[in-house]
């Protein structure tokens, strides 16, 4: 047996997936409404590195983390700078409005992106180890009409993708003003749940109680059903902040919950937090989530900079729409069936011409029958098919077959190009 039979297929890495012909025309439907939603609210694109100074997650997620503790893949190059891949994208949209001094310009931006992120989490259905997000984000605005803005496109996205099934669950995290007092009265009953908590939550409940909240261990969620509500809390500018988010919503006719344990999982957070959750997978589960943090450019060496903003995940987004209604390949406007050297090769000239025309055509390059090319032009859905051989060519005259209706007609040669364009556009 050969050496190459010998040797092992190599496998995708675990956690990490294809995205195959089929799926990716899903793919870009998606994108191509959000980009068009995107920019008819007045957001430009911004492309991100997807790798950063370890340093920037670590100031702006918050070390207390999952993602920075346990899921970052973090590495050090060859000069001993530590380095990470980007597991999400606000800090680094924020470092580049910092770096590039777009405040001295206008602090007012919106911003748009779409890319791959990178945790090391426990791969499961929607969820991988090199993800997806749509993500979008204001600065320079403190109104709350930014926030609602934000959900409302939310909610507008999901409409034109067919995704009914969702609803917003919002809540409000409060201001440094505020937040203090919320946390003396959460530290009292974490103080009291300490032997039904975790030892991650039991360790963070000194340094970051409200982190506790947002654990996903069923015995520390089961420990904080009864923990107060951060609204009661609030101090009279975030209580007025919050109530002209959900009159507003109300008001424009978008669904919402108040979900009082809904803190977000980034230490950056301030005021209003969001997510979009969903039944469409089962389990009711986030497809969408953001929320304000009008401290985090300050505290990444920026000036004092409001800002908001969400993050979609594109893998379970396009799982959802997939299960719904899934997307199918986009099939040839024209085959073309060619038999003998000769004919290919005017077959293979005119399917260039007509693909720079905007025409799809599909051919095939073996020497192959007329039946088996009729066979491979009905697989790929083709809608019309012509059939060239040298006969024909000698002719002048080629054969358009109609595939629905089974006729067909003879075209000249001279001109086909012309002819073909006008009939199939």
């Given amino acids: 047996m050969s050496q190459t039979t010998n040797q092992k297929n190599i496998q995708l890495i675990r956690g990490f997936k294809d995205i195959l012909p089929g799926e990716t025309e899903l793919w870009q439907k998606i994108e191509r409404t959000a980009i068009s939603l995107f920019e008819d609210f007045g957001f430009r694109e911004i492309r991100i590195p997807i790798m950063e100074k370890t340093e920037l997650f670590a100031r702006s997620i918050g070390e207390d983390t999952d993602i920075v503790e346990k899921e970052m893949y973090t590495f050090a190059d060859r000069r001993g700078d530590m380095l990470t891949l980007r597991p999400e994208a606000t800090a680094s949209i924020c470092r580049a409005y910092i770096q590039h001094k777009m405040a001295a310009q206008d602090p007012v931006r919106k911003f748009y992106t779409i890319g791959p992120m990178f945790r090391r989490e426990r791969p499961q259905k929607g969820r991988y180890r090199q993800f997806y997000q749509i993500d979008a984000e204001i600065f320079g605005v403190a109104a709350p009409y930014a926030d609602i803005e934000l959900i409302f496109m939310l909610r507008t996205l999901f409409d034109r993708l067919d995704v009914t099934d969702t609803t917003a669950h919002i809540n409000s995290l409060g201001c440094p003003a505020c937040r203090p007092r919320f946390k003396a009265a959460l530290a009292q009953l974490l103080s009291e749940a300490a032997p039904k908590l975790c030892s991650d939550c039991n360790r963070r409940k000194e340094r970051n109680p409200l982190r506790v909240l947002d654990c996903k261990v069923p015995g520390c969620r089961e420990a904080m059903a009864g923990a107060p509500s951060i609204l009661d809390y609030l101090c009279a500018d975030c209580r007025a902040h919050f109530a002209t988010v959900t009159d507003t919503l109300s008001r424009l006719g978008v669904p919402f919950e108040i979900d009082k344990q809904l803190v977000r999982g980034l230490d950056y957070y301030t005021r209003t937090a969001f997510e979009i959750q969903t039944g469409a997978l089962g389990a009711q589960s986030a497809v969408a989530g953001g929320g304000r943090y009008d401290g ?23 799982e959802i729409i997939a299960a719904g209604a899934p997307v199918t390949t986009r099939p040839p406007d024209l085959f073309i069936a060619a038999l003998g050297e000769t004919a290919r090769q005017q077959a293979f000239e005119w399917s260039v011409a007509l693909g720079v025309a905007g025409i799809g055509v599909s051919m095939v390059y073996a020497d192959k029958s007329l039946k088996a090319q009729m066979k491979q032009a009905n697989r790929q859905n083709a809608g019309r098919v012509l059939i060239v051989g040298e006969s024909e060519l000698a002719a002048g005259t080629v054969v358009l077959r109609d595939m629905a209706s089974k006729s067909q007609q003879e075209i000249p040669v001279k001109g086909l190009i012309d002819h073909l364009v006008k009939a199939l556009c």
């Fill in 296 to 318: 985090l450019v300050e505290s990444l060496g920026g000036p004092a900079t409001p800002a908001i903003g969400f993050a979609i995940g594109f893998d379970r987004l396009a």
